[in-house]
């Protein structure tokens, strides 16, 4: 069964860092795309980025709202998918969601990590 | 950008009703199109992908069509765990986007 933990969200003040790492089990992970997916509170879904696996040379992109603040990384050896927020704004405030990446669509997705941004 | 129209915003119906939402595109998709389904205070789940493939474990009350710019999802006989929000996503291109959403409400 494809299980994703997302972790590392908190209360964080504007202009600074935060790091979010998602957990993955129950499949190969390095076979796979990854995705984070954000939703601020009482919002809609915003796609925040994307990273192939090696074959794809772990190519990434990014939502224009987030381009230059965010960075995603994996490392296959701990199964494992983050997400380094630097400059974060109040706007950034949102559930962060990973998930298994197919042709564009999210088929597994983790439970989520709540970010606040606020002095 | 694409841009993802969703309608209506909320719509209250009763178990047993025909549901009905759909998406327009800024442009052309294809068949590039994706729904999810979520409940309250839970992860969304995707219901369907390629306009009209039910992703597996998903109930066949669930139905996708359309093509180029304008796609509907269909709840043919709504059941009491259907009552959430829907959303669509274009898979065409980077930046992936989401419709507004649709709520599905008791009515």
């Known amino acids: 069964e494809v299980h994703l933990v997302e972790s590392g969200g908190g209360l964080v003040q504007p202009g600074g860092s935060l790091r979010l790492s998602c957990a993955a089990s129950g499949f190969t992970f390095s076979d796979h795309s990854m995705a984070w997916v954000r939703q601020a509170p009482g919002q809609g879904l915003e796609w925040v980025g994307r990273?192939?696996?090696?074959?794809?040379?772990?190519?990434?992109e990014y939502a224009a709202s987030v381009k230059g603040r965010f960075t995603i990384s994996r490392d296959d050896s701990q199964n494992s998918l983050y997400l380094q927020m630097n400059s974060l704004k109040t706007e950034d405030t949102a559930v962060y969601y990973c998930?298994?990446?197919?042709?564009?669509?999210?088929?597994?997705w983790g439970q989520g990590t709540l970010v606040t941004v606020s002095s | 950008d694409i841009q993802m129209t969703q309608s209506p915003s909320s719509v209250s119906a009763s178990v047993g009703d025909r549901v009905t939402i759909t998406c327009r595109a800024s442009q052309g998709l294809s068949s590039s199109l994706a729904w999810y389904q979520q409940r309250p205070g839970r992860a969304p789940k995707l219901l369907i992908y390629?306009?009209?493939s039910l992703q597996s474990g998903v109930p066949s009350r669930f139905s996708g069509s359309g093509s180029g710019t304008d796609f509907t999802l269909t709840i043919s006989s709504l059941q009491p765990e259907d009552f959430a929000s829907y959303y669509c996503?274009?898979?065409?291109?980077?930046?992936?986007?989401f419709g507004g959403g649709t709520k599905v409400e008791i009515k």
């Open positions: 998930g298994r990446f197919t042709s564009g669509y999210i088929n597994y």
């Open positions: 990273i192939t696996n090696k074959a794809y040379s772990f190519t990434t």
């Open positions: 390629g306009v009209s």
């Open positions: 996503q274009q898979t065409n291109s980077f930046p992936l986007t």
